[in-house]
């Protein structure tokens, strides 16, 4: 495999993303509200809370959080809450952030090709079909990869600023 063939298509790549707003676009506002608005949204309701009873199934949150390790200088119990339901809870949805992410750039990159018409040429190359798929998904993994970390990187600011 000739790793100089798949970095030439994986800068192509990137280079086709960055200059499609319609790519773009997706890529950067469902990061911002799945790492940003949700959880800033999250704790902006539960902290303004301040009669928890009125909210559905709290006795239910109430019994639950105590199973979960809090640090200790979270002193109310909707404090206690919203940290469960930062950390727990909402944290592992992060994940459809590179998921999706990836899914864009990967359904881009060939279809893309297919639309622009630069499949074909690209297939009459002389790189290989092994080369192709490897190029395609570093390709998506790269900013997927680098969405992912500045999107936790955000995720983390904004959680423990709530």
């Known amino acids: 495999m000739d790793v100089r063939r ?53 006795e239910l949150l109430k019994r639950v959080v105590g199973s979960y390790p809090i ?10 809450i919203v940290f469960v339901i930062l950390n727990y809870t909402f944290l592992p949805m992060f994940m459809i952030v590179p998921l999706m992410v990836a899914t864009i750039i990967t359904a881009n990159a060939i279809v893309g090709e297919k639309e622009r018409k630069t499949l074909e040429t690209l297939l009459y190359t002389p790189v290989t079909n092994r ?32």
């Open 6 to 58: 798949v970095k030439i298509i994986v800068r192509k790549d990137v280079k086709e993303l960055v200059s499609n707003r319609l790519v773009m676009l997706p890529m950067i506002i469902v990061p911002l509200i799945f790492c940003l608005a949700i959880p800033a949204l999250i704790g902006g309701l539960g902290l303004g809370l301040n009669n928890l009873d009125l909210v559905n199934g709290a």
């Open 71 to 80: 640090p200790a200088g979270l002193g109310s119990l909707t404090h206690q």
């Open 131 to 162: 080369e192709f798929i490897v190029a395609k998904l570093t390709g998506a993994f790269i900013p997927a990869f680098l969405i992912a970390v500045v999107g936790f990187i955000i995720y983390f600011i904004a959680g423990n600023l709530v």
